[in-house]
């Protein structure tokens, strides 16, 4: 495998202008909140570096992040991830398979040591050995702890390899924990969502690619810039629940007004990502948008958290200690009723009645 | 445990944990109270009890004009956030929403504005009449440690509330975690302190009307 081609190389080679670049970073720079001179330094850095190899591993996943990614319709944005990387290793794109495939994944790891990235989508299993996802005949667990000795950074895309996500949702039957859990000696940045949203990837890279380091992050190890309000902060409904006009249906007057969906379960308020900004399919709309709550895939335990159309106000089990509590109160009340009467009646039953001439000796 | 877990659990088991203990705890106590009895009041009755009762159950809540320039501080804070509580608990759309996801019962609620205010003005009100307990020698004198813990249980309850609902201090998910905890430790001591007077209020009052027009001092 030969060094690769810088990136503005390539670019030439497809025939993109400098200007359409130019708009690309602008664009990227904006969305991470990054100053406007910032676009040209991502445009003069990107231009110059060798697009970095990517080894992406798939664990306990359902593909959709890939499907997020490639069926993007931001083509102009989406096609640059994969000119500005090169993607060595990918189960569900690349040609290769069995054992062409594992050699193409150990070819890059020996030739960019401690230079490649690594981007892990899905949980890993731990329960009994890790058998319960395996590539190659080989854990999960392993292929992780392999792969990430050599990685400069890993990416976790998705809630799953971010938090452990479905697969970690109780009872947990194959022992799923996030790529945090495992590796701790290398720099990793939470992706979340399910799926997340294309842009943030590209932004992530294109972040790393220029200044040769993770941007900033928050407590869960998630981009600020990405993550760093509340679907609830930046909802186009926002108004409406802070006026108290909420949808009380999906199909009243309240939802075709287009009413805040709190009373319909939205997460909104408890959940950080970018969808009310950068919104899904090339920018047309995001789930409120299209008229239902968030569901929160982009937190810890979202599938844990109850109904998605229980509000946050509400419990997210139905209670079941009541009855209990109802027996246990009456029986305390009456017990305590009974020993009440008793020291009464013996009071009663000891009081001597005392005689005139009894106060008089 | 992160917040996202905190958040799931004060909305499960915490709720579940603490509403049976309200329940235990209510039924014990109103049990025990009812059932107390009285001996039989033998003497004949000055008056034969009316509507004293009753009449004293509302008549309790007006304001006496003897005594209101001594305390007229905990006359107007005492109504105002007492007013302000039943605003804030019963008619914001959220707790509308938990109320009927238990009982099944709902109401109409107030817009978000109104709620902010009433939240402000009871904790305004609530702040005051602490200040004045502890600076009045009388009331500081006669103030337990119960009094601060209920006014504590009390005051927490809506204080993060209205943080949650500003997104203020803490991020919002730990935030309304711990207003729902707040909620439920008030639920949990409610029936052993002095704040079972939600439920013992009406009650004695009536007694005492009742009695007071026996012995010929009727309402």
């Known amino acids: ?361 | 445990m992160d917040q996202d877990l905190f958040l799931t659990w004060v909305r499960s088991t915490g709720l579940n944990i603490a509403l049976s203990i309200f329940v235990l705890g209510m039924l014990w106590r109103l049990f025990e109270i009812y059932t107390l009895g009285r001996k039989p009041d033998l003497a004949v009755p000055r008056r034969v009890a009316g509507a004293s009762g009753l009449r004293t159950m509302f008549r309790r809540s007006l304001i006496s004009p003897r005594t209101y320039g001594s305390s007229a501080l905990g006359y107007i804070a005492g109504y105002v956030f007492h007013i302000g509580l039943a605003i804030v608990v019963l008619l914001f759309a959220q707790h509308i929403k938990l109320i009927q996801s238990i009982t099944g019962l709902s109401w109409p609620s107030l817009p978000a504005q109104f709620i902010d205010a009433a939240a402000v003005v009871t904790l305004a009100t609530m702040l005051l009449v602490l200040v004045d307990r502890i600076s009045t020698p009388v009331k500081r004198f006669l103030s337990t440690f119960q009094d601060y813990a209920a006014w504590a249980l009390t005051f927490l309850p809506v204080l993060t509330g209205y943080l949650v609902t500003k997104h203020l201090l803490l991020p919002y998910t730990t935030m309304l975690a711990l207003h729902i905890l707040s909620a439920e430790l008030l639920l949990i001591f409610l029936p052993f302190t002095k704040l079972i007077h939600v439920f013992t209020l009406w009650g004695s009052r009536w007694y005492n009307g009742d009695v007071n027009a026996r012995k010929g001092v009727a309402t």
Not at chain 1, 59 to 86: A, H, K, V, W, Y
């Open chain 1, 1 to 361: 495998m030969n060094e690769h081609d810088t990136l503005g190389e390539r670019l030439a080679q497809q025939g993109i202008s400098r200007r359409s670049f130019l708009k690309f970073c602008a664009a990227l720079a904006s969305m991470m909140a990054l100053p406007p001179g910032a676009a040209s330094a991502i445009a003069e850095t990107l231009i110059k570096t060798k697009r970095p190899s990517v080894i992406w591993l798939s664990f306990q996943e359902c593909t959709g992040c890939t499907e997020s990614l490639t069926r993007s319709d931001t083509p102009t944005l989406e096609n640059m991830i994969f000119n500005m990387i090169s993607l060595d290793y990918h189960h569900t794109l690349q040609a290769a398979s069995g054992y062409g495939a594992e050699k193409s994944r150990e070819d890059a790891m020996k030739e960019f040591y401690g230079k490649y990235l690594l981007l892990v989508d899905g949980s890993i299993p731990l329960k009994d050995g890790g058998i319960y996802s395996t590539i190659a005949g080989r854990t999960n667990l392993d292929l992780l702890q392999e792969v990430a000795k050599g990685a400069a950074a890993i990416v976790a895309v998705g809630t799953c390899a971010s938090f452990g996500g479905i697969p970690e949702a109780r009872p947990n039957p194959t022992g799923a924990v996030p790529v945090s859990d495992i590796i701790k000696d290398k720099p990793i940045i939470n992706v979340s969502g399910c799926p997340p949203i294309p842009v943030v990837i590209t932004g992530v890279l294109a972040h790393y690619l220029t200044f040769g380091e993770l941007p900033a992050l928050d407590d869960l190890g998630r981009p600020k810039s990405f993550y760093g309000q509340s679907i609830h902060d930046r909802c186009y409904r926002r108004p409406f629940y802070d006026q108290g006009k909420f949808a009380k249906t999906f199909d009243d007057e309240g939802a075709r007004n287009g009413w805040c969906l709190f009373e319909l379960g939205c997460k909104g308020p408890i959940t950080h990502n970018a969808c009310a900004t950068t919104k899904w399919n090339g920018g047309t709309s995001f789930p409120i948008e299209s008229g239902h709550g968030c569901l929160g895939c982009s937190e810890p335990h979202f599938w844990d958290g109850g109904s998605f159309y229980a509000p946050l106000s509400t419990p997210t089990s139905p209670l079941n200690l009541a009855t209990d509590a109802v027996v246990a109160g009456a029986a305390i009340g009456a017990g305590i009723t009974i020993a009440n009467r008793m020291k009464k009646n013996a009071a009663k039953s000891e009081h001597q009645t005392a005689t005139v001439a009894d106060l008089e000796k």
